[in-house]
């Protein structure tokens, strides 16, 4: 025979608290909304929230954020923006350096909603596709292949020395 709590917590649209947590529960009688003893919260359906905490991430209407202290004792920060409420109207995802107050000093790594990414530092494996771009420093390459115009103003190609008289 089942204990008056047990009758209880299985009720539709039943709500109430036993010495093991509080319950509300939907039409159905399935527990929508349940706590326990250790202070675990289960909850079913959608959670909607313009402010708050979720696992140390800052909740905001804009963008949901993290600051840590790394092993170096500095202070970085990830945020993902909310369209059209990002510090500069087009960034996604921001990861970068901050103060002890949470703003970015420097940004290392940056997402834009067209699909435009800024690192400063990266390794990339696997093909590179690119229709056009710019390239600073040394190039350095086991094997290729070039198609069109190479223009060089030094440098050795095939053994013949280009310079610049």
Known sequence: MPTNEESIRNLPGAFGATWSGFFANN???DHVFATDSNGNLSITGTITANAGKIGGW???NTSLSKIATSSD???YRVRLYAPNNAQDSDT???VGEANS????ISEFFKVKYDGSITATKATITGTIYADSGYFAGIL???TGSFSGMITANEGIIGGWEITNN
């Not at 107050?101 to 970015?104: D, L, N, V």
């Open 58 to 60: 800052d909740v905001n």
């Open 101 to 104: 107050a949470g703003s970015f």
């Open 140 to 142: 350095s390459a086991a």
């Open 92 to 94: 996604a995802i921001s």
């Open 73 to 75: 004792s500095k202070y």
């Open 27 to 29: 039409a159905s009688g």
